[in-house]
T-cell receptor, first 116, second 111 residues
Framework: NAGVTQTPKFQVLKTGQSMTLQCAQD?????MYWYRQDPGMGLRLIYY???????DKGEVPNGYNVSRLNKREFSLRLESAAPSQTSVYFC???????????????FGPGTRLTVL | RKEVEQDPGPFNVPEGATVAFNCTYS??????FFWYRQDCRKEPKLLMS???SGNEDGRFTAQLNRASQYISLLIRDSKLSDSATYLC????????????FGTGTLLAVQP
């Protein structure tokens, strides 16, 4: 299993450009998430999808849109990039709880985005 | 006040030392608790879940105090390879399963 994959790994954009970050998981998880991580701020939730066909805003959704294309794929789109969106973006999926075990979140390797 | 608070560190300790990290959370309805490890420029990975009775995995011991809304991680006999950022994570539970991350505590184990 590849787990959670993300593309691209690195990206440089100019202010106003658009792009889509791709994420896919092969673990058959229902829930998927997009986070951004900035120094001193920790991981902040942008959007999440509890199941195929549903998406909800997280803590910092402004400037982003998402699509849950199918159970495997959850993409994040920046329509008009701004320097404040320079960050590391992580996609994650959540395993279901099993017996006495809690559910576990699995992360992709991240996309390092710079907006000039 | 942040929902999950951690001392950012850094904690600089010699090899072989015992080090403890603390974390507090403000939402009393939180249902599950975790410690994640994040290496420099890498994604977070689950280190261990934290159960009400406390749990141990080798050199690592995690404890939960629901009454005080407090979580701890103890690392014994520190190794150079333990150097990383340790993230305290709380799951609010419910249908959405939102995980709330602390900002992390940086550990540097010195030779």
């Amino acid at each position: 299993n590849a787990g959670v994959t993300q593309t691209p790994k690195f990206q440089v954009l100019k202010t106003g450009q658009s792009m889509t970050l791709q994420c896919a998981q092969d673990m058959n998880h229902n829930s998927m998430y997009w986070y951004r991580q900035d120094p001193g701020m920790g991981l902040r939730l942008i959007y999440y999808s509890a199941s195929e066909g549903t998406t909800d805003k997280g803590e910092v959704p402004n400037g982003y849109n998402v699509s849950r294309l199918n159970k495997r794929e959850f993409s994040l789109r920046l329509e008009s990039a701004a320097p404040s969106q320079t960050s590391v973006y992580f996609c994650a999926s959540l395993s279901p709880a099993s017996g006495s075990s809690y559910n576990e979140q699995f992360f992709g390797p991240g996309t390092r985005l710079t907006v000039l | 006040r942040k929902e999950v608070e951690q001392d950012p560190g850094p904690f600089n300790v010699p090899e072989g030392a015992t080090v403890a990290f603390n974390c507090t959370y403000s939402n009393s309805a939180s249902q599950s608790f975790f410690w994640y490890r994040q290496d420099c420029r890498k994604e977070p990975k689950l280190l261990m879940s934290v159960y009400s009775s406390g749990n141990e995995d080798g050199r690592f011991t995690a404890q939960l105090n629901r009454a005080s809304q407090y979580i701890s991680l103890l690392i014994r006999d520190s190794k150079l390879s333990d150097s990383a950022t340790y993230l305290c994570v709380v799951n609010r539970g419910g249908a959405t399963n939102k995980l709330i991350f602390g900002t992390g505590t940086l550990l540097a184990v010195q030779p």
